[in-house]
């Protein structure tokens, strides 16, 4: 299939090129080279930004585990609100004691 393309694609540049004369067959032969190099860059290039972003399909994996740990976070804040509200609370009782006891 794919040969079939580039030979459909040789006969379109020869076509349009006028390669009639065989002194001007090695400059369409040279431009069909560049082509085929072309599109082998091109080729390469596109797989390596495909390479490249699906590194970055990666990272959002990474932020799950993080916002785990920022639930883990805000429960320990919580837990240490807590804390302080029952230490306060814990204190008033003894102040409160303490002055019912020296009436």
Do not use: C, H, W
Not at 64 to 85: Q, R
């Amino acid at each position: 299939m794919f040969k079939e393309q580039m030979n459909k694609f040789k006969s379109f540049i020869e076509k349009n090129t006028g390669s009639a004369n065989s002194g001007e067959n090695k400059p369409n032969k040279r431009k069909i080279e560049n082509m085929v190099v072309f599109l082998i860059i091109l080729i390469v290039t596109l797989i390596t930004i495909n390479s490249i972003l699906s590194k970055d399909k990666e990272k959002p994996k990474d932020e799950e585990t993080s916002s785990y740990k920022t639930l883990a976070d805000v429960k320990v804040k919580n837990d240490e609100e807590y804390d302080d509200v029952l230490e306060e609370r814990l204190e008033n009782i003894l102040e409160t004691m303490a002055r019912n006891s020296e009436k």
